[in-house]
Each structure stands twice: as C-alpha cells, then as structure tokens.
C-alpha cells in the first residue's frame, strides 16, 4: 500500500528499564494469499511480550514488532479471502498468540496443532500489534462477541486463551465444588478465576502483590488469598502457576490433595527447584501448556460472553509500549494492560 504507518519495533533485546521498543514509521503491511490486513484498535500486553523484548526467549524474527492480543476491523484481504467472501471488510476481529501452524504433520492432524513444530507465533515469529496495522492468517483469526469492547476483548486473546487451556489442562471431570489454586493473578489469573467459579469452583489465590492483585482476587470471588507461597487452609484438587516463577513450584505441588494435577501456563519460567518424591507421591502430575489451538479459542471465547466475563484493564497509549512492560514487570498493573492504537 506505500503508506507509512507507527509500530513500536524491537531492534535488539535488552532489560525493559532501557527502554528496547522504539516507536518508528514502517510500510503498511501488504496481506498475501489466504491472510487479512487489519486495523488494529487495541492490542494486550502480555509477559509473554515482555520475554520477548528482554531476550528470555530467543529472537526469531529481527526486527520485530511484538503484541499478539490484537483486536481490530478488517482493512484489506489477500488473494483467495477476497474470492471466497469471508470477513467483510470492517468486520472486528482478534488475533491470538498461534499465527499458524502447517496442518499436515502428526500434531496438526490429531488436533493437537499447538504442538506443531512448524507453528509461527505472532509478535515472535512474525510481526504483531503493537502498531497500526498487522497482517493475520484468515483462517487463525477469531471473530469477537460484540457484548465487549475493544479494551475489555484484548486480555481474551492470550490471558483469556492461556487460562482456558490451563483450566482444561487440570483434569478436573467434575468443577462444583472442586478446589483450584491460582498462583500469579494478572491478567490470565483474573480471567481465570471468572471461568472457574461460573463452573462452580472454590477458587484459592497466592499472590506475593498485596496492593492490587489480592484485593483483586477476594472482588472476584477467592474463598481465600495469600501470599505467593503460602499454604491454603484446603488441600487442592488442582493448581495453575502463571507466575513464571519455579520457586512456587514445590509450594503449589505440597498444597496439592492425592490425585491432584498442578498446571504450569507460562511459556517461560525461571529454574524450578529441586522437587521431594514425596511431594509427587500419591499420584500427584504436573504438566505445562503450550501455546494453544484453535478450538480453545473458539470454546473459551463462546463461554467467556455466555458467563459475561469482565476483564479489569488499565489503558496506554502505543507509544507508551516499553511503560506498559516496565509496570508489568513490576506487578503496577491491577488486571491486564492494554495498549490504544488510534
């Protein structure tokens, strides 16, 4: 299109204090075959983003412009999108974290493709939405429920996606009155929480933040809130660890009851340390989630409107991009951060 448009791009990793992202003007994308060019409106940041931007996960594309829970309207479509009529120009989308996968290989053809080893990853391996336009794969795309905003429908597409996976991930056949423990409660944790208590869950929270994210969780409905390692009074059915701390790993797998399964829902985490057997013992699991499929996001995001799900979210404008990741770092944002694209 030739058109000179803001993003905030990634030359070189480097601690978020310093500022990494820079806001310069690049070419409107051109959408190819099979993809869509979007408009963003908004765009999640995610800790994911900020292991992108200090180099704990690896470069795969340089540069690269991070964000991948972009919400946005339909601008333009490539070759075959067009021919076959789907998403009507202006039509509001979101894009997810999964850009791609290849559809072919064993993963992808038993419905499993978040493991595909082919997948390209928006904001990592492909460029994202922290800028004005993105360009997405038409068929990973997700149609939006109009009952939320453009604010309040970002945190979904990844924090809302991820925590799904991770509930679907603990095994539990039977939610009421099951005992679940969330340790870590930004934005995935927050939705998370909404999710489990529709279904009828007690829900436990261990949080080290005492300003906002445990007044947070007793809002939303935590039968009990307590620091990032502390012991519920309740033994637990299952856990989640979004904080991509490993120090809380032995402390949520001690609060487990026998047969229950602990959940771990970051794409990185720092060293775990060393695990007791017994702490393991009377068929105790623990598992990680990657990445997602579509069928999570299809399925999370029909429940999500059907329970009415409300995500808190503190607004930024996009040149405030490396703020954003400095205060999420630093536990500063109550809810998910989301960044304005107008």
Known sequence: MGDLVKACVLHQPGPVRDRPLRCEQVPTPEPPAGHLLIR???????????????GELPMRRSPVIPGHQVVGTVAGRGASVAEDGGFDLGTRVGVAWLYGTCGACRWCRSARENLCEQAE???WTRDGGYA???VARADFVYPLPHA???HQ??????????GYRCLRRCGLADWAGARLGIYGFGAAGHIAIQIARARGADVYVCTRDRQRHQPLAEQLGAVWV??????????????????PAGEI????????????????????MSPIPSIDYQDLYWERGMCSVANNTREDGREFLE??????????????????ANDALIALKHDAIRGAAVLEVD
């Open 121 to 123: 990853f928006t904001g």
């Open 132 to 134: 004005e336009y993105v």
């Open 303 to 320: 429940e999500a409107a059907r329970i009415g799900v409300r995500t808190h979210v503190q607004t930024m404008r996009l040149d405030q």
């Open 40 to 54: 963003v409106r908004a765009c999640g940041v995610c800790r994911t983003d900020l292991h992108i931007v200090e």
């Open 148 to 150: 939320l905003n453009d």
């Open 249 to 268: 790993v032995p402390a949520a797998l001690q609060a487990l009851d026998r047969g229950g399964r602990l959940v771990l829902g970051g794409i990185h």
């Open 226 to 243: 307590g620091g990032a390692t502390e012991a519920p009074p309740s033994r637990l059915d299952a856990a989640i660890v979004f904080a």
């Open 153 to 162: 429908a970002a945190p979904l597409l990844c924090a809302g996606i991820i």
